[in-house]
T-cell receptor
Framework: RKEVEQDPGPFNVPEGATVAFNCTYS??????FFWYRQDCRKEPKLLMSVYSSGNEDGRFTAQLNRASQYISLLIRDSKLSDSATYLCVVNEKDSGGGADGLTFGKGTHLIIQP | NAGVTQTPKFQVLKTGQSMTLQCAQDMNHEYMSWYRQDPGMGLRLIHY???????DQGEVPNGYNVSRSTTEDFPLRLLSAAPSQTSVYFCASSRKVWGVQGSEKLFFGSGTQLSVL
């Protein structure tokens, strides 16, 4: 079974701090990568895709390391509203494939403390 | 635009009962799927469909049936509920083909909390 591994946490981080967590994947043929955010008792929502060259969206930075088979998410200047579970998602389908190739990690629980 | 609508939000069943979880999307997405989420297990794919009239099994299909008679609807049927099916269920939809990185996105319904006693 293809694996996507995340540290479940919880990560307890003071407001304003920078926090980073990784996700490792076992299938070296994986094609695309995502971070989803899931609030307590809510549905997952796409936070950001992870591009090969790394990408940034405001306070969030995502990076991909294909050689070591992991992706990372860094959150700068953390806010109370960043408290959530962050799901790593890996797609093994190449162009022409779709969502049936997705494998979800179990999530990393982040708690931002005032 | 409603997105993905899932009903009911909560359901309690007795062992052996059957029921149908409803899922509808109004985005004209070809792909629809059902996941279950259990503590410590993450999201696991139950069944999926890449278009009307086409369904396939995911990772954990036993005890569940699906059908896709229209593009919009993808109901999940529990044939004879068991306590092991106590879980949170999510329906999701997306475009069928993910060709351009960054444009891929899975849209989720708000979930159904199911308890089987």
């Amino acid at each position: 079974r293809k694996e996507v591994e995340q540290d479940p946490g919880p990560f307890n981080v003071p407001e304003g701090a920078t926090v980073a967590f990784n996700c490792t994947y076992s299938n070296s043929a994986s094609q695309s990568f995502f971070w989803y955010r899931q609030d307590c008792r809510k549905e997952p929502k796409l936070l950001m895709s992870v591009y090969s060259s790394g990408n940034e969206d405001g306070r969030f930075t995502a990076q991909l390391n294909r050689a070591s088979q992991y992706i990372s998410l860094l959150i700068r200047d953390s806010k109370l509203s960043d408290s959530a579970t962050y799901l790593c998602v890996v797609n093994e389908k190449d162009s022409g494939g779709g969502a049936d190739g997705l494998t979800f990690g179990k999530g990393t629980h982040l708690i931002i403390q005032p | 635009n409603a997105g993905v609508t899932q009903t009911p939000k909560f359901q309690v069943l007795k062992t052996g009962q059957s029921m149908t979880l409803q899922c509808a999307q109004d985005m004209n997405h070809e792909y629809m799927s059902w996941y279950r989420q259990d503590p410590g297990m993450g999201l696991r794919l139950i069944h999926y469909s890449v278009g009307a009239g086409i369904t396939d099994q995911g990772e954990v299909p036993n005890g569940y049936n699906v059908s896709r008679s229209t593009t919009e609807d993808f109901p999940l049927r529990l044939l004879s509920a068991a306590p092991s099916q106590t879980s949170v269920y999510f329906c999701a939809s997306s475009r069928k083909v993910w060709g351009v990185q960054g444009s891929e996105k899975l849209f989720f319904g708000s979930g159904t909390q199911l308890s089987v006693l």
